[in-house]
C-alpha cells in the first residue's frame, strides 16, 4: 500500500529498474506517441476516436478508463497496429503504426492481454501457450525455454507448466494470458479489460503483476473501468466519446464522484464519502481515495 | 473454449508414449490404416487389425475406456447403415418377416461394414486423443510441404484445420449456454412435435454461429497480437525428431497393418 | 404468506467423467419471500451458479425438496411448469439473441407459452419499458445491430416478458460499466414493484449488490453458511473465512461500528459521512 502511495506522489523508476527487462532487439525509443488519432470503424457513421493526443512511458503504470464506447479499447489496439489511424499518427518505440513492414516489430515491442480468458489461448499447455509468441518470431529452441521459464516465473505461474490452461480459473488463464506476453520481452504491456471478467481475488493479483512490471521498467497501460484498480496507477487517462476528457495523478482525476459519473464510471465510495464529508464542513485531504488511506487518516 | 466430456477423440493431457510420438508418424500409420480397414478382404483380417490396434494402445498405456466412449457419438450412423446393408443387399435368404428380408450376405455385409466404421473411429480416436490440434498441424505441415513446392498454400490450409480442431469444444460448450438459455423462456427441445423441434433449432443455431465467428475474430485479433504469421518462419519450444526406435515401431505397425491383406 | 421460494435440505451432485460423483450443492435451505431481493454471494467454485439452476427449475436436485408458493415440485412436468414461473437470465444474455427483430426476440418467450396478439403486444411493451428500451426505435431493428448495452437489455426483458414470479439472475453485472450497472439496478426495482416479483441474483462480489439486495445469503464449498442483511454483515462477521471480502462500504462501515459509531444503513455514504463527522467533532471537542 504505502509503495503504491509513494508511487502516486513521487513515481519516478529508477534507472536500475528500468535495465532488468532487455529492451529486445534493439533500443528504440522508450515510449509511444500518440498525435491526432482519429480512428472509425469502418462502416461507422461516426469516429470510434477524435483527434487524441497522448504519451504513455517505459516504467509508468497507466490505467485507461472511460464508459462502453468510449473508445478505450480502440485506443488500445491502435497502439500496437492492431488497428491503423484513420488519421493522425501513433508511434510506437520509434515505429509508425501505418508502417506494415514495421508491424512485427511492434507487436514484439508492445505485447497485449485480452478481456475474455478462453478466447486468447491456443496451447495444449501452459509451456507451449506461452511459448506461442517467441514460436512465431522463430526462436531457437534454448531462447524460447529460457523464455518461457523466466515468464512464467514472472506471472507466479511456473508450478503450472504442465496443466491444461483451459481448465484452469479464468485468473489463471489471464495470469498465463499475460507470461505469454512477458515471453517476447515487450517494452510495454497494454491490458484491454483483462480484468473485467474476473473476481475480486484475481483482479487484485492482476494488478499486483501489472505493478511489479512497472517497476521493472515495463510500460503498462491498463484499460479497465474499475476504479479502484486505477487509483495505484501513476497516470489516469479517462476517454468520453473518443477524446481524452482528463488525464492526471489518480488523486486529481478520480476525486470528485460529480465528475467521476458524469464520464461514466462508478466512483470511488471513498470519494462520496468525501463528499458528503465536505458538506459536513470536513474537508478529506486531496489523495486519499480507498478506505485504507481514509482510516489510515482517521486514527492519525 | 472450455469442454468438459469426451468428444469425438478429443485430446487427453497423458504421459503415453503415444503421446510422445512423432505426430508425422502417427498421421502417416493412421492413414495406412484407414485404407487398409477399407481395403481388407475378411472379417479376420480386419479382426487382426483391431487385435494389432488394441495392443498398440494397451501397449502404451492409453486409456481405453475413453476411447471406447468415443463410439457412443457415432453408433447411431453405424447402426442405420449396417441395418440398411442387412435388409437390402440381395442373396440367399435366411430370414423372412413379411416384406423384410434378411440375406446372409446382408448379414455379413451388416456386420463387416459396422466393423470397419468401429474400428476407424477408433483409430482416428487413437490420434486425435493423443496428438493435440497444434501438433497435429505441424504433422500436416511437414507432410504435406512438398506441396508447397506446387504453390499450394499448406501453411494456411494446415492452420485453418487446426484452429477448426480447436473450436470444436467451444462450439459444444456454447452450444450447452444456448439451449439451456431458450430452454428456459420456453422453447421445448423434448417435444413429441417434430415440426416444433425443428423450428426451435434457429434459436440455437443463430446466436451459436454469432458467437463462434465472433470468438474465432477475438481469436485470431490475439493471434495476430502475438506475431503470428501462419506458420511462416515458426520455430517450436519442442521440435519434432524422430527417434530410431519410434521409426522402427512405426515400420512394424504399418508393415503388419498392410501384411495382414496378404495373410488373410 | 409462504414464501415464494423454499428450498429444504437441497443437495446436488452431478458426476465428473471418471472421476465419480461430485457434490455442488449439500442441503441448503434457503427461503425466498414474495418482493425480497435476495444476493447469493460466493467465491468461485462455490456452487452459486448450480444453486441458481435448481432454483429455476434447470436442474433437478439429487435430494431435498423444492417449494414454490407452499407447493413441493417434484415431477418432470412440475418443473417444466416451474420454468414458467422462474425467469432465468444466464451470464452474457446477449449470447442467446437469435431473432430478426428485437420485438420477436422479446416476443420469443411469452409465444412459446401460447400467448398471441393483443396480450403478446401487451407483455413485449411492459418488458421494454422496465429495461426502458424504446420499441419506438428499437423495435424493428436486428439486435444484432445494437450495442452491448442495448442487446443485453433486449435480452433482459426477453425473460421479463414470460412475467415470472422469481427473477433469477447468473452473474448479471459481470462487463457492465457504471451507466450498464445502475440500468439493470433500476430495472431489477421496477420489475419488484410492478408484480410483488423477488429477485435472485447470483454473484462473487457483494460490491455489486451491496445497494440493492434485502439480504445476502452466503455460499461456500456448496452450503449455505449465512443469511443476513448488509447491516447485519458489518457487524463482526468474518468474511475472510469464506474467501470473499466485503466491498468498500462494508470494510468503512465496520470500521466505524467496531469503533463504537451508529450506522443505520452502512450503504448510504451520507450516514458513513456523519458518523466520520461525530468522530472529527468528538475529537475536537466540539
Known sequence: MTAALGKRVGGETRAEDRATVPAGPDAGVDEIVVEGLSYAYPGACEDALSGVDIRFERGRYYSLLGRNG??????????????????????????DTCEPLDIPDIRQRLAMVFQDPDTQIVGITVED???????????????????????????????????????????????????????????????????????????RRIVDLLTTLAGRGVGVIHVTHFLEEASTADEVVVLEAGRVAAVGAPAQVLADPSRVMELGLDPLPVTQVGKELAALGHRLPGGILTVEELLAWLRS | MVGRDITIGQYLARDTSLHELDPRLKVISVVVGTVMIFLYPSGWALLAFAGLLVITMVASRLPLVPVLRSLRTVWVIVLITALLQLFLTPGEVLVRWGFVTITDSGLYNGIIFSARVVILVLLLAALTMTTPPLKLADALESLLKPLSYIKVPVARVTTVVSITLMFIPNILEQSRK???????????????????????????????????????????MAMDARSYRGGVGRSRLDPMHIGMRELLLTCLFIGLSVGLFFVF | MAAILTLESVSYSYPLPG???????????????????????????SGKSTLAQVCAGLLVPSSGRLLFDG????????????????????????????????????????????????????????????????????????????????????????????????????????????????????????????????????????????????????????????????????????????????????????????????????????????????????????
Request: glycine share 8%.
Open chain 3, 71 to 286: 407447493r413441493r415440485v417434484e415431477s418432470r412436468a412440475e418443473l417444466r411448469g416451474l420454468r414458467q414461473r422462474i425467469g432465468m437470465v444466464f451470464q452474457s444474455p446477449e449470447d442467446q439473441l437469435f431473432a430478426g427483430t428485437v420485438t420477436a426476440d422479446i416476443a420469443f418467450g411469452p409465444r412459446n407459452h401460447g400467448l398471441r396478439g393483443a396480450e403478446l403486444e401487451k407483455r413485449v411493451r411492459s418488458a421494454a419499458t422496465i429495461v426502458d428500451l424504446s420499441l419506438e426505435r428499437f423495435g424493428e431493428r436486428s439486435p444484432f445491430s445494437l450495442s452491448e448495452g442495448e442487446k443485453r437489455r433486449v435480452a433482459l426483458a426477453g425473460v421479463l416478458a414470460l412475467e415470472p414470479d422469481v427473477l433469477v439472475l447468473d452473474e448479471p453485472f459481470i462487463g457492465l460499466d457504471h451507466d450498464g450497472r445502475e440500468h439493470l439496478k433500476a430495472a431489477l426495482e421496477r420489475y419488484r414493484e410492478r408484480r410483488e416479483t423477488s429477485v435472485l441474483v447470483v454473484t462473487h462480489d457483494l460490491a455489486d449488490t451491496w445497494r440493492l439486495a434485502d439480504r445476502f445469503a452466503l455460499l461456500s464449498g456448496g452450503r449455505l453458511v449465512r443469511v443476513e442483511s448488509s447491516r447485519e454483515l458489518v457487524s463482526g462477521y468474518d468474511l475472510g473465512s469464506l474467501d470473499m471480502r466485503l466491498p468498500q462500504w462494508g470494510v468503512l462501515a465496520r470500521e466505524l461500528v467496531s469503533g463504537g459509531s451508529e450506522v443505520a444503513d452502512p450503504a448510504d455514504p451520507a450516514e458513513l459521512a456523519r458518523a466520520i463527522a461525530s468522530i472529527l467533532e468528538a475529537r475536537h471537542g466540539g
Open chain 1, 129 to 203: 501457450e506461452v511459448a506461442f509468441g517467441p514460436e512465431n518470431l522463430g526462436l531457437a529452441p534454448d531462447v524460447i525455454r529460457e523464455r518461457v521459464d523466466s515468464a512464467m516465473e514472472l506471472a507466479g505461474i511456473a508450478h503450472l507448466a504442465k496443466r491444461q490452461p483451459l481448465r484452469l480459473s479464468q485468473g489463471q488463464k489471464q495470469l498465463v494470458a499475460i507470461a505469454g506476453a512477458l515471453a517476447m520481452e515487450p517494452a510495454f504491456l497494454i491490458s484491454d479489460e483483462s480484468t473485467s471478467m474476473l473476481d475480486h481475488a484475481s483482479r
Open chain 3, 19 to 45: 472421476e465419480g460423483e461430485s457434490a455442488a450443492l449439500d442441503g441448503i435451505d434457503l427461503q425466498v419471500e414474495r418482493g425480497e431481493i435476495v444476493c447469493v454471494a460466493g467465491p468461485n467454485g
Open chain 1, 70 to 95: 468510449s473508445g478505450k479499447s480502440t485506443l488500445a489496439r491502435c497502439l500496437n497496429a492492431l488497428l491503423v489511424p484513420t488519421r493522425g499518427t501513433v508511434t510506437s518505440c520509434g515505429l
Open chain 2, 178 to 220: 444456448v439451449i439451456r438459455a431458450q430452454m428456459a423462456r420456453g422453447a421445448d427441445f423434448e417435444s413429441a412435435n417434430v415440426f416444433r423441434r425443428v423450428r426451435d433449432i434457429i434459436p440455437v443455431l443463430v446466436p451459436l454461429f454469432v458467437k463462434v465467428f465472433h470468438d474465432a475474430d477475438e481469436l485470431a
